[in-house]
């Protein structure tokens, strides 16, 4: 194995075996920008806007901040780990192809499909959310009308070509980058009292962070949120998916990793503060989102109609992104021979069609199980969602570790990298202890056991594929 692999040449370009003349290379056209706001915008989503404050309201303004900086720094070595692996292995679907390697075939196998499945659950309630936030300024327009737009739009994205995925995604995500720019702007004025804000005939200042105390419902709520916390950071793993269609991965993955830590401690962390100090804890966001909340105290004109828009800008940012995850994770488990040869086959321009179409149908299926089968199939695939990007780090860790044991017994050093993780291994360790404690607490929370035993299942079930399929594999030769 060589460290690092030619970046100019088209992942799966030695497989072109799928037929005569049948194309199975993807294209690396992604630049450093696309990647940034790819990883930005997989992370800033509904999590942020909608669902922030109720995490404040449970663990306080310092409680929420000291979770929301263990989750960011948690993700930042989830992308160290992946960041060394993927400029020396820059493969599409790359932690299944690494969990195959260093782990075993089953284990790749099951990670791609539960990736597939977490991001085919999010299409369905994406399309179906985003329907309802347009009926909010049309209410005598069919929801299912708008939701069959957006399918469209999302879908021809995606069928043009990568880079026209990667422009779309820098700009649903540059919308929501700018409202949380703004947001903390107008916020930090009001803070100080530059601007007014209703309630207050003063700078408002921070002290509404430790009024109550620092944790004023005791520390045991910090916990409670973590998981829901670490579950906000998920997207950030795109990079590997994305690591064979990117320009120069050597380069361009460093790079994107470190600013995206930066960005992300900054937004996330930056508007929980402005968010604690404008508005008391006991009501932030328990009702509607904070980000509104702020911007009508300080008689911001159309606040609902503004968030509502971004908000929007979030959900065919996450449609967009599920969509690209879930038809790459079919496109590399046909180009590592796991399922059927065909959906490997790509147009000249390097989209794997069959394998995108293939993905909309089960974004569609997922949508349509919503109505007909809410409380067994759609629970099961939303619920365990999060658990999936979780279990996806635990890997990615355990990856990244084998692969530095198996350099050390060839006599090779971390000089020959192109990007290494620093302060191996504890930052790979500290990653599994996170990510381990992550799914140890969804079992111990009542609310999100039921993820965790769905989630068990989901993976007993691979496994068990696997297996019969590896059996009838064996008995044909």
Request: glycine share 10%; with cysteine; proline share 4%.
């Amino acid at each position: 194995m060589t460290a690092v692999m030619k970046p100019e040449r088209s992942t799966g370009e030695s497989e072109r075996t799928v037929g005569e003349n049948a194309h199975t290379g993807l294209q690396r056209k992604m630049e450093t920008r696309h990647l940034m706001m790819i990883a930005l915008g997989g992370v800033i989503g509904t999590g942020l806007f909608l669902s922030s404050g109720y995490t404040i309201h449970q663990a306080g303004p310092i409680g929420t901040i000291l979770a929301y900086g263990i989750g960011a720094l948690n993700v930042y070595m989830v992308m160290l780990c992946l960041g060394e692996l993927a400029t020396a292995m820059p493969q599409t679907g790359s932690f299944h192809v690494y969990a195959k390697r260093f782990i075993g075939p089953a284990t790749g196998f099951t990670v791609a499909i539960i990736y597939f499945l977490a991001w085919m659950g999010a299409l369905g309630s994406e399309f179906t959310a985003a329907g309802l936030i347009v009926r909010k300024w049309f209410p005598d327009s069919p929801a299912w009308a708008w939701s069959a737009l957006f399918i469209v739009l999302i879908f021809t994205l995606n069928a043009l070509s990568v880079r026209s995925f990667a422009e779309a995604e820098f700009w649903f995500a540059g919308i929501k980058v700018a409202a949380i720019i703004v947001f903390i702007a107008i916020g930090l004025l009001a803070i100080l009292g530059i601007i007014p804000i209703a309630g207050y005939t003063h700078a408002p200042g921070f002290g509404n962070l430790i009024r109550d105390g620092v944790f004023p419902n005791g520390f045991a709520p910090v916990f409670s949120t973590m998981s829901t916390v670490v579950f906000a950071f998920a997207g950030t793993e795109l990079l590997g998916v994305t690591a064979g269609e990117t320009k120069d991965p050597s380069r361009n993955i460093p790079k994107a990793i470190h600013t995206t830590f930066w960005r992300l401690a900054i937004f996330f962390i930056g508007s929980i503060v402005v968010m604690s100090a404008l508005i008391p804890w006991q009501n932030a966001g328990v009702e509607q989102s904070p980000f509104v909340l702020v911007f009508d105290a300080i008689g911001l004109p159309f606040a609902g109609d503004i968030m509502n828009f971004v908000v929007l800008t979030a959900i065919l940012s996450a449609a967009n992104s599920g969509l690209y995850a879930s038809t790459r994770m079919l496109w590399s488990l046909s180009n590592e021979r796991m399922i059927p040869r065909v959906f490997s086959r790509t147009t000249k321009r390097g989209v794997p069609l069959i394998a995108l179409c293939t993905a909309m149908l089960g974004g569609l299926l997922a949508l349509l199980s919503s109505v007909t089968a809410a409380s067994v199939i759609y629970l099961a695939l939303v619920s365990s969602a999060g658990l999936a990007i979780v279990i996806v780090w635990v890997v990615l860790a355990v990856c990244e570790l084998r692969f530095r044991g198996e350099m050390k017994r060839e006599g090779r050093s971390e000089r020959e990298l192109a990007f290494h993780t620093p302060a191996w291994p504890a930052v790979p360790i500290v990653v599994l202890v996170l990510s381990v404690g992550t799914i140890v607490l969804s079992g111990v929370y009542e609310s999100m056991r039921s993820s965790l035993i769905y989630m068990i299942v989901i993976i007993v079930l691979c496994y068990a594929v696997y297996g019969v399929k590896s059996l009838v594999a064996g008995r044909r030769r």
